[in-house]
C-alpha cells in the first residue's frame, strides 16, 4: 500500500466524522459562502512568473518543513510578493494543516486561494467554499473518472475552479473533461517519491491548450521554472522552498524578482 492509499483510508474516515459534527446545510450557510471567487487561472495566464505559493508546515516526505510560522503573516508576505495564487494544505494528519489556515489566509489577504486537500467526498467542496477558497484541488489518481466529474461540476456551479493533478498518462487521458479549469503535473512519483521534471515535459504536449498549465512538485530553482515554461506551463507550485526559510513572502520576493529579471 503506497502513501496515497493510506491518506485515503484515513480520509473516508475523517470526512465521515466531520460530516456528523457540522451538517452541509450549516456550511452553506457561513458568511463566506457567498464571496465573489478570485480567478486563479486568469491571474496565471496573465502573468509573467505563475507562481503558486504554498502553506504547508509538513509533508509524508519531508516531516517537519517549518511549525513556527503563522498562517496570516505567510498569506500577506505572499500578497505583497506578487504571487499568483495560494495554495493551503489543510490535511492534519500527514501535513499538519487544518480548515481554520483557510479561514486564517482568507482573512490576510485577497489571493486566489487553492484548498489543497485529499477531495473524495462533495462535502469536502461545500466545505471549502465555506472556508474561502477560490480553488479545489482534485486528485487523479484517487478520484474515478465519473467522480471528477462530479466533483468538478460541483465546484463550478460554487464559482470555484478546478485544478486537477495527474501523474502520468493514464490519469490525464481519463481527466480532460470541460468543466477543469488547470491542469496540474505533479514531478513527484507517490510510490517512491522520487521527483522529476521529465513526468511534466512528457505530458506537456497531451494537455490541451484550454487549460492552464501548472508543474507541481520539485520546483526549487528558477531554472527548473525556465526549463518547463517552453512546453506550455502558465503555473509553478512552490512550497517548501519558500516555507522552509524564516520568512517564505520574502523569499517567494526573492524568487520572483531573480525570475524575472
Known sequence: MNILDKIVIDKRKEVDLRKSLI???????????????????QNL???????????????PSKSVINQGL???DVASGY??????GMSVLTDVKYFGGALDD?????????LPLLRKEF????YQIIEAKAYGADVILLIAAILTKDEI???????KSLNLEVLLEVHNE??????????????GVNNRNLKTFEVSLETSKLLSAQIPNDFVKVSESGISSVEAIKELKPYGYKGFLIGENFMKTEHPGQSAANFIKTLES
Open 23 to 41: 451538517p452541509m446545510r450549516q456550511l452553506e450557510h457561513s458568511v463566506l459562502f457567498e464571496r465573489e471567487t478570485n480567478s486563479m487561472a
Open 45 to 59: 495566464r496573465a502573468s509573467s512568473s505563475g507562481i503558486i505559493a504554498e502553506h504547508k508546515r509538513r509533508s
Open 70 to 72: 503563522n498562517v496570516q
Open 79 to 84: 500578497e505583497t510578493a506578487g504571487v499568483c
Open 102 to 110: 483557510l479561514l486564517l489566509a482568507r482573512a490576510s489577504c485577497n
Open 119 to 122: 477531495i473524495i467526498d462533495a
Open 149 to 155: 466529474k462530479q466533483f468538478s461540476e460541483l465546484a
Open 170 to 183: 493514464h490519469e490525464l487521458q481519463k481527466s480532460i473533461m470541460p468543466s477543469l479549469d488547470m491542469l
